[in-house]
């Protein structure tokens, strides 16, 4: 697995796998406690590793940073995260397979790289994230949830 410094000024895009976390009405946002987006509540996830599913990915992201066991239900949408950087060039660039899942067991508590942990309703989400993408993943999430979508 690479380091932070890898991910900084990459040379081609890491896939990252972001995954709303469902608990009836309720979905789990996290402080990120690294950067990109360091200090700001956002859904859990990571990069995904070699050889490693999607699904996969998404339930081995939550444990570590919640302790949550997850069942993936279905990929969301697909995010660009591109962060220029200071002096020139691009600081970060994240493909984010965007996942919803649902809550199976587990207390959630900050671990890995999440400071903080709290469950949520969904609604409230946009009040709650500095980066609009996250609103708008969880209420693509929540609408297919619903079945609206699809």
């Known amino acids: ?11 081609r895009p890491w896939v990252g796998v ?7 009405q309720q979905v789990l946002l996290v402080r990120r406690g690294r950067p990109p987006r360091k200090g700001e509540w956002g859904i859990p996830g990571g990069a995904q590793a070699l050889g490693e599913t999607v699904f996969d990915a998404a339930r081995r992201e939550v444990l570590e940073e919640t302790g949550l066991t997850i069942r993936p239900t279905a990929i969301v949408t697909v995010v660009d995260s591109i962060i220029p950087g200071d002096h020139g060039g691009v600081e970060y660039h ?3 397979v965007e996942v919803s899942a649902e809550w199976v067991s587990g207390e959630a ?15 409230t989400v946009p009040d709650l994230v500095a980066w ?3 609103a708008r993943v969880v209420a693509l999430a929540r609408s297919l ?6």
């Open 1 to 11: 697995m690479a380091t932070e410094d890898d991910r900084a000024y990459p040379v």
């Open 18 to 24: 972001g995954v709303v976390v469902w608990r009836e």
């Open 94 to 96: 994240y493909t984010l």
């Open 109 to 123: 508590m900050a671990a890995s790289d999440a400071d903080e942990v709290s469950w949520v309703k969904s609604e």
């Open 132 to 134: 609009g993408e996250t």
């Open 145 to 150: 949830r619903a079945g609206k979508l699809g």
